[in-house]
């Protein structure tokens, strides 16, 4: 079993930077781990994906340039650094994690965060 929990959301202006963090727990080696995000009334929306050893990277087109994923297994702890927020960005962000690979929908996840929410103000 894995447990993750997130952390460094908050109340930003548009333009501001914010880096998330998500630390797993329990079970974590070679766990590839992602970011999804879910604004109000929307889908799940995939973000970015890193595997365990980080030579595998996964980004949506939307956030290419903006958002980069890192991870410290030393810490078992995945980052999303946030450039350039917009208020389009608000979303509670959920960190996941699947054993052995990654992926881009949401359903292939088997363990997910509670989420941390974003909100950029214009």
């Known amino acids: 079993q894995v447990r993750l929990v997130e952390s460094g959301g908050g109340l930003v202006q548009a333009g501001d930077s914010l880096k998330l963090s998500c630390t797993a727990s329990?079970?974590?080696?070679?766990?590839?781990m992602g970011w999804f995000r879910q604004a109000p009334g929307g889908d799940y929306e995939f973000l970015s994906a890193?595997?365990?050893?980080?030579?595998?990277?996964l980004h949506a087109d939307s956030v290419k340039g903006r958002f980069a994923i890192s991870r410290d297994n030393a810490k078992d702890t995945v980052y999303l650094q946030m450039n350039n927020l917009k208020p389009d960005d608000t979303a509670i962000y959920y960190c996941?994690?699947?054993?052995?690979?990654?992926?881009?929908?949401?359903?292939?996840?088997?363990?997910w965060g509670q989420g941390t929410r974003v909100t950029v103000s214009s």
């Open positions: 329990g079970r974590t080696f070679r766990l590839g």
């Open positions: 890193i595997a365990w050893r980080g030579a595998e990277i």
């Open positions: 996941v994690a699947l054993p052995g690979r990654i992926a881009r929908t949401w359903n292939e996840f088997s363990y």
